[in-house]
């Protein structure tokens, strides 16, 4: 079973920086990336990575968020810059392969001054 544990979430003031990270256990070769949902609003995607390194991104991010990870530790990072308030969302990380798709459980990123 495929378990993904979050961390890096908070509270930042408009135009700083939060890094997000997602660490996953149970498997290997994991396509992983990130989704965020509003409150009111349907979940997004901000970006995924496959484990070749290809990656994909919402085009709100517009140069502002970058994903990365780390094979060896089978982690996803998504380094955000430039946080307006409208970024305010709970992270959601996500892991596929083999059609099987698997989710953790949400970290809050609040934009506020």
């Known amino acids: 079973q495929v378990q993904l544990v979050e961390s890096g979430g908070g509270l930042v003031q408009p135009g700083g920086s939060l890094r997000l990270s997602c660490a996953a256990s149970?498997?290997?070769?994991?396509?992983m990336g990130w989704h965020r949902q509003a409150p009111g609003k349907e979940r997004e995607l901000v970006a995924f990575i496959t484990i070749n390194g290809y990656t994909n991104y919402g085009d709100f991010v517009k140069g502002r968020f970058t994903i990365s990870r780390d094979n060896a530790k089978n982690t996803v990072y998504l380094q955000m810059n430039t946080l307006k308030p409208e970024d305010t969302a709970v992270y959601y990380c996500?892991?596929?392969?083999?059609?099987?798709?698997?989710w953790g459980q949400g970290t809050q990123v609040t934009i506020s001054s």
């Open positions: 149970g498997s290997s070769g994991l396509t």
């Open positions: 996500r892991a596929n392969r083999y059609g099987r798709e698997y």
